[in-house]
């Protein structure tokens, strides 16, 4: 079974500083999804970003990327120019790519409450 | 376009007696998920539907269970609740199960509180 473990439960960062969030998972797959989401005060959980496995570029959406490295199976993210709308649980998920019973599920690790100091 | 709606959004019940609770997906979408979310940790898979059709199914008793309506709407049910059962129960809808079209959507969530 794969497993996802964040090793920060708390982390807190300046506002327009670069803060980095470490995620490692373990798993015998080697095709799978991997994914970052926001879940703030709201509640509601927010798809930050989403890597592929077999895709080596890392991916990027505007002031979020991420440093996946596959053979060590890590996958951080880095926040540039953090705001206070950042503020919130940050949880990172792996997802299989196999089409079978019960692998579509996400599994998720403890995740790191973000805070951002103004 | 409206994202995935929960309903309620707070409940409060009493050790054994039964809840439902309800998800409409983002129009388009044929797949629903349902997590459970204790507070402090991370979501756990409990359910996820497809086409109607269950396609997985988490560690979780026989007192849960769920169905997913032909409009794609899905129920979870949670009979002679524990006062374990109570958590944020997050409901997620994709376009679909294949590749590129997988990617989970989640709803604002139910806060179960059970006393």
Known sequence: AQTVTQSQPEMSVQEAETVTLSCTYDTSESDYYLFWYKQPPSRQMILVIRQEAYKQQNATE???????????????????DSQLGDAAMYFCAYRSTYIIQGAQKLVFGQGTRLTINP | DAGVTQSPTHLIKTRGQQVTL???PISGHKSVSWYQQVLGQGPQFIFQYYEKEERGRGNFPDRFSARQF???SSELNVNALLLGDSALYLCASSLAVVRDQE?????????LLVL
């Open chain 2, 22 to 24: 309800r998800c409409s």
């Open chain 1, 62 to 80: 505007n002031r979020f990327s991420v440093n996946f490295q596959k053979a060590a199976k890590s996958f951080s993210l880095k926040i540039s």
């Open chain 2, 70 to 72: 032909p409009n794609y």
């Open chain 2, 103 to 111: 990617t989970q959507y989640f709803g604002p969530g139910t806060r």
